[in-house]
């Protein structure tokens, strides 16, 4: 059963406690909890542990312990230095004669001639001959085809040459005989044929050669570049180089048997085929009227 109304205790106000000077009021925890995430945000990101610093290897270098050098064997060094730098200065003076010129490889250069080419006179001071310009001067020589030097003992300068060998004579129009070498050059100039080292090329004239020139024309260079090809043997034993009017060649073996090659191309193209032919001839004492080597394959006629 209720309670009845007028018999209920009347509504009392609550009493507020008093604040203390010394304490601090607590925030709800609402607040609590806004305080916290504001100082979590402003607290500064913690700073990454320090790495350990990596200690710096020290290069190792290589002492090495001269010896120490006493002023008497600085001064012997010194002393010995300026001796050889004395005598290679005296020994290169042009007024100091030491050694002589030598000559070597020639047939038909003569040491005068070298001499004069260098303008050297007997006895020379063999280091201070200018050995470049002495190869510029034998080289105009038609004569030589090359030049080296050499130190022989006990005090020679060598002069090595190599002189152009004649393949072939031809007549010129001014009634004189040029000897021709095998690169084409006209090695000297003589009113007759003194010797017979080279056959003479005969059906033609050459107009306006001079000693040192160079015969032109395909047919007649590559008859030199075959000649001087041929080995000693066979080369000695063709006595005559005729040419006719169409410019074709014939070979005069000694015993009169005739080659006929035809150009001087072909005569070079086929160089193995005339030694062999040679060699037959030879060994075999095959007695030919001529053999005719403008064919694919040469053509024997036998007496």
């Keep these: ?46 700073e990454p542990p320090e790495e350990p610093k990596k200690r710096r290897r020290r290069k190792s270098r290589l002492h090495i312990s001269l010896p120490r050098i006493s002023p008497r064997v600085t001064g012997a060094v010194l002393g010995v230095v300026a001796a050889a730098i004395g005598i290679y200065i005296f020994i290169h003076q042009p007024w100091f004669h030491f050694g002589r010129v030598k000559l070597s490889g020639n047939k038909y250069v003569t040491l ?118 041929l080995p000693a043997g066979i080369s000695d034993r063709i006595s005559e180089i005729s040419l006719d009017e169409r410019m074709r060649i014939t070979l005069y073996i000694e015993g009169g048997v005739p080659f006929i090659v035809g150009t001087g191309v072909n005569a070079l193209n086929r160089i193995d085929t005339f030694i062999s032919l040679c060699d037959d001839l030879e060994q075999k004492k095959i007695k030919a009227r001529y053999i005719d080597m403008t064919y694919a394959v040469p053509y024997i006629k036998v007496e």
């Design 112 to 229: 005068e001639e070298v001499m004069d080419a260098g303008s050297l006179k007997d006895p020379v001071n063999i280091l201070t001959i200018d050995r470049s310009a002495l190869r510029q001067a034998l080289a105009k020589d038609p004569r030589i085809e090359k030049v080296d030097f050499s130190f022989g003992l006990p005090n020679y300068l060598v002069v090595h040459v190599k002189e152009r060998e004649p393949v072939m004579y031809m007549r010129c129009d001014d009634g004189s005989f040029a000897k021709i070498s095998k690169d084409g050059y006209v090695i000297s100039k003589e009113g007759a044929i003194e010797d017979a080292t080279a056959p003479l090329v005969t059906g033609f004239t050459a107009e306006g050669l001079e000693e040192g020139d160079e015969i032109t024309g395909e047919n007649l260079k590559a008859m030199c570049a075959f000649l001087g090809k």
């Design 1 to 46: 059963m209720d309670t009845p109304r007028w018999n209920r205790q009347p509504f009392k106000r609550p009493v507020v406690p008093e604040h203390k000077e010394n304490s601090h009021p607590v925030p709800p925890p609402s607040f609590r909890r806004y305080i916290k995430e504001q100082e979590t945000r402003t607290q500064k990101p913690p």
